[in-house]
């Protein structure tokens, strides 16, 4: 029996979802604000599609132009490495994997045609939850979190990586100037939506 290359859940019903920060998100203005207003700006990016790529033995050249053909994005070959968009985004999460994102609903599938028998696509919207910060002091808060160097020369635009917090795995994507994403399992997205506010106090931070 033939092993499956790919799983594909059930698209998101927008109409029927839920966000796991559903009741735990007040919009506003919180912490030390100052005259020159908060700085940094909280949001859930909910009801993405995401999917992560991996690529078979040889075929990861024939990943990264299926992820194109798919998404629109042109991916580099260093570790780390990414791209961006207002809509869609992806990243290399290890050697031969990426991490996939946008707003498209069709995208996993689209995806799933591209790559074909040179790697695997699983769907991942149903188990992440994505949380971006963003503002001039988005670095200073996550370097508080995260033992990782967020400047301008180490982490480029539309770059990202995998990493932890305590013992559960995160992955985050810088998609603007001063704006990262940051992927984590939908069980632990509460937890660490309030970790990230109350971090982000001293400095000052919105809601939308």
Not at 27 to 43: H, T
Not at 77 to 92: C, L, Q, R
Not at 141 to 146: D, N, P, R
């Amino acid at each position: 029996m033939a092993e499956p290359k790919s799983f594909i859940a059930d698209p998101v019903l927008a109409k029927h979802a839920a966000s796991p920060l559903a009741g735990h998100v007040d919009s506003g203005e919180f912490g030390a604000l100052r005259d020159e207003g908060p700085g940094v700006i909280l949001s859930e990016r909910f009801g993405l599609s995401i999917a992560e790529v991996a690529a078979w033995k040889g075929g990861e050249s024939k990943c990264r132009a299926a992820i194109k053909a798919a998404a629109g994005l042109t991916l580099k070959t260093a570790p780390g490495s990414g791209t961006a968009k207002p809509a869609v985004g992806a990243i290399n999460i290890a050697p031969a994997r990426w991490l996939v994102s946008g707003e498209d609903t069709e995208l996993v599938a689209k995806l799933a045609d591209e790559v074909g028998d040179y790697g695997s696509v699983v769907d991942l919207s149903h188990g992440r939850s994505v949380i971006r910060i963003d503002g001039p002091k988005s670095r200073w808060v996550l370097a508080k979190l995260f033992a990782i160097d967020f400047s301008e020369e180490a982490f480029a635009k539309g770059d990202g990586l995998s990493t932890v917090h305590h013992d559960f795995m995160v992955q985050i994507q810088r998609t603007e100037d001063d704006a990262f994403d940051i992927y984590v399992f939908r069980s632990f997205a509460r937890s660490f939506w309030h970790l990230l506010c109350r971090s982000s106090e001293e400095v000052g931070y919105r809601v939308l």
